[in-house]
């Protein structure tokens, strides 16, 4: 009997000896933040408090904090940036966008490309709403960057709106690989980090209680807080950033992918109000994947695109714009019979030439863009003669074949007319007309109708007409920089946003051709 128990001892002490210590008396870990197709925020999971049919007793209860009021100067304050569902309560903490205000996202603005007539330093006092209205581009990047520098303690929208001001001015100041390498900082923006979810518990909801009456605080939105604006922008930005403009078509599909599915829960809730916003996004995505596509030079492809769009078009002004595209676009590849065919399609017959001449504006509208795109057809054809007396007949009502039918482009749309009056020329200057295409372009000129395009052609004309083209054309780039001042000019005693909206301000050598 000892001798068992003395082995009992030794094989108890053995085995206190080979034993591990308890876990209990180790400090216990928290868990992980891990999220997965289960958990209550994944964003790929259904959220049950989206829609006011699932809204509980409780969560009716909570008080909501008043919607951020936008600033009326703000110059994107026309369409206000997205917000979640309902505004952030405390318990959600908010996001951290301090990596968009490093300084070092920013670059210096080149300004060599710009002539020097229009290398006007604007006043240093000048807020971000005058530059944008006057068109001073590049001075408005300049300070959207500083303002997102050095302004303290900056809301989240307010910076959304700072740096889509920024990207977009660097973009129509002809900065664009600049504004490329610049959007690469916000990364993807449809990404989870940009998302708000719900910040109820993933515990089992009770029960939910329809409430009596619709809840006019609820509104159907994306629930990513980057401005729906912004993340188009970046899309095409980041494309050339990344220098794969196949990866904006795949983004453009996904913004679609987003857009119908807050469609769908607008649908859900009957908020008929943004449906159509919805749609709209849709829509304008559809042309936006056509036009990368043309950009990365697949003109087929963008056919079938545009052909699909066209085919299934929703109503008679939505089928006019995009047969009015897919002519334009059957012209540029060569396709006449192609072109044509569309153009046909489009007319629809004795009835709207006849309410064109009633006084129809929508009929005449649609007839003068059929009448210009068979001028077109001829122009691209290398029929000049044709497409000269087609577009003279378009601006002045006189005899020109198909098109004699009294409409005069110059009293009905005068940005039609402008057009045509380029094309006019451009078609005398492949007949050997080059006195009459100067005059007809220095007409524009002299009604304060410049644009790129048209400046470019009459440079190209000075450098035919003599030696001295350099000095006209620094004399052109001149008249056109005045032209510019004296809007703002206009735009500031009135007290209005600076006259034409639509005028380049931020012209480039290559318009000149200096």
């Known amino acids: 009997m000892e001798r068992v128990n003395s082995m009992s001892k030794d094989d108890a002490s053995s085995s206190k000896r080979h034993s591990r210590n308890a876990s209990y008396n180790r400090t216990k870990l928290a868990r992980r933040s891990t999220k997965g197709p289960l958990d209550f925020d994944d964003p790929l999971a259904p959220q049950p408090s989206l829609t006011p049919t699932t809204t509980t007793t409780e969560a009716a209860n909570v008080p909501i904090s008043p919607t951020p009021q936008i600033s009326s100067s703000d110059p994107l304050s026309s369409e206000s940036p997205l917000l979640p569902l309902r505004a952030q309560t405390p318990s959600v903490p908010p996001k951290d966008l301090s990596f968009l205000l490093q300084p ?4 210096p603005v080149n300004q060599r490309d710009i002539p020097p007539p229009f290398r006007s330093i604007p006043t240093p006092s000048a807020s971000l709403p005058t530059l944008l209205s006057q068109g001073h581009y590049g001075a408005a990047a300049v300070l959207a960057a500083n303002l997102l520098t050095t302004s303290p303690s900056l809301p989240q929208d307010r910076i959304f ?11 129509l100041a002809n900065q664009t690989t600049l504004a490329a390498q610049e959007s690469l900082v916000l990364g993807d923006t449809d990404s989870a980090f940009y998302h708000t979810f719900s910040p109820s518990p993933p515990s089992a909801p009770s029960a939910p209680s329809a409430p009596s009456q619709k809840d006019e605080n609820t509104k159907i939105s994306d629930e990513n807080i980057v401005p729906w604006k912004l993340r188009v922008l970046c899309v095409r930005l980041q494309s050339k950033g990344y220098k794969d403009l196949k990866r904006g078509i795949s983004g453009y599909y996904d913004l679609a992918k987003s857009a119908r599915h807050a469609a769908k829960r607008a649908i859900t809730v009957n908020n008929a109000e943004d449906v159509v916003r919805w749609s709209s996004r849709l829509k304008d995505l559809g042309f936006r994947v056509g036009n990368a596509l043309i950009e990365n030079g697949d003109l087929e492809c963008a056919i079938r695109h545009f052909s699909s769009l066209y085919a299934f078009a929703a109503d008679e002004a939505e089928k006019r714009a995009l047969g009015g595209r897919l002519a334009t676009l059957k ?17 629809s017959g004795g009835e709207s030439d006849q309410r064109a001449e009633e006084g129809d504006s929508e009929a005449r509208e649609k007839s003068h863009q059929v009448d210009i795109l068979k001028a077109l057809v001829a122009t691209a054809s290398g029929d000049y003669d044709l497409a000269a007396n087609q577009w003279r007949a378009l601006l002045e009502g006189g005899d020109g074949g198909d098109n004699d039918n009294g409409r005069n482009l110059r009293e009905d749309n005068a940005s039609y007319a402008i057009l045509a009056q380029q094309n006019l020329a451009v078609c005398l200057l492949y007949t050997g007309q080059i006195g009459e295409a100067s005059r007809l372009l220095e007409d524009l000129l002299s009604r304060d109708q410049a644009f790129p395009a048209m400046t470019f052609n009459l440079a190209t004309i000075y450098e035919l007409k003599s030696e001295k083209a350099r000095m006209w054309k620094m004399e052109l780039a001149g008249r056109v920089a005045e032209m510019v001042r004296e809007e703002s000019r206009k735009g500031e005693e009135d007290g209005t946003e ?10 480039v050598m290559s318009d000149f051709k200096l």
Request: proline residues 0%.
């Open 161 to 171: 709106s700072l740096v889509y001001t920024r990207l977009a001015c660097l973009t």
């Open 331 to 347: 012209i540029k590849i060569g396709d006449w019979d192609g072109a044509k065919k569309i153009i046909d399609e489009m007319v």
């Open 104 to 107: 070092g996202n920013f670059h």
């Open 498 to 507: 600076g006259g034409k909206k639509d005028i380049k301000k931020d012209w």
